[in-house]
């Protein structure tokens, strides 16, 4: 789900979604000091939220609060700080506010529902992300349609899983995202070329570097007995990629194609 960076796992997109810096107590022309102090270390805050450095956000955030304790990015962003420091009774509680400060703030309510997902509070998830699809100017949509997606899979609501994930690729065809996890779903039903077709979307441009989907890749076209683009496959994962733990399982994947093809492994390059 959504904080401003994608986590590496496609189980749950957690992006928890950071209120800028630059819009805050703007309405005056002359702001009061206390209001210059407000935005300083809200902003600060922000900026160090944004680096990971949870700890001096954290301090930062307070401390506008302390000045400003009705500003609902205010509270949105000490929620995640919160989050990010693995409190997340306190994290509930911010974003809560947030959203009572501001029933209009769907970034606060994202992240309030990613919460409940990491929680396993699926319904709950659920219901706020529902909410947030009522919100036709909200720009994260895509990842609402993706998230749902994987509620309705931990609810055992297939069609519905698949039609929200369809729905993210409708709307953002470059989510790396659904497309892996709808081409894992075609697979389990058997459905090689979609699968197929899915894993290849989810590698596309700015996707490349995900090492899974490339490996689904393998591993689909090893079904579909097409052995020498599977070679070639596990070999690009085996050269280029980083990942250790998937790079071991295409140079195993790899040899045990060449030994079930009739090929020596040790004189075929790894």
Not at 81 to 107: E, G, M, V
Not at 121 to 140: E, F
Not at 178 to 203: C, V
Not at 239 to 255: G, H, L, P, W
Request: charged share 25%; hydrophobic share 35%; with cysteine.
């Amino acid at each position: 789900m959504h904080l401003c960076t994608d986590v590496r796992t496609y189980l749950i997109s957690l992006l928890l979604l950071i209120n800028g810096g630059c819009g805050l107590l703007t309405s005056k022309k002359e702001k009061s000091s206390i209001e210059k102090k407000v935005a300083i270390f809200y902003q600060h805050g922000t900026h160090k939220l944004l680096n990971k450095d949870y700890t001096s956000a954290l301090d930062l955030l307070l401390k506008a609060e302390a000045l400003e304790p009705n500003d609902t990015k205010i509270q949105n962003n000490i929620g995640m700080a919160y989050f990010f420091k693995h409190q997340n009774r306190l994290a509930l509680k911010h974003f809560l506010l947030a959203i009572n400060l501001d029933q209009t703030n769907s970034d606060a309510r994202n992240n309030l529902a990613s919460l409940y997902f990491h929680l396993k509070k699926y319904k709950l998830a659920r219901k706020q992300y529902l909410i947030i699809q009522q919100d036709l100017i909200y720009k994260h949509q895509y990842r609402i349609h993706y998230n749902l997606g994987l509620i309705y899979l931990k609810q055992k609501e297939r069609a519905k899983a698949i039609m929200s994930l369809k729905q993210a690729l409708k709307e953002k065809s470059d989510y790396c995202a659904p497309s892996y996890i709808l081409g894992r779903l075609a697979n389990q039903r058997f459905q090689y070329q979609q699968a197929y077709k899915y894993f290849k979307q989810a590698t596309m441009g700015t996707c490349y570097d995900n090492a899974a989907p490339h490996y689904q890749q393998a591993l689909t076209l090893i079904k579909m007995k097409k052995y020498l683009p599977a070679r070639l496959k596990l070999d690009e994962i085996i050269e280029n990629f980083d990942d250790e733990i998937v790079r071991q399982m295409a140079i195993t994947t790899k040899r045990n194609l060449l030994m079930e093809t009739n090929v020596d492994p040790n004189h075929s390059s790894m």
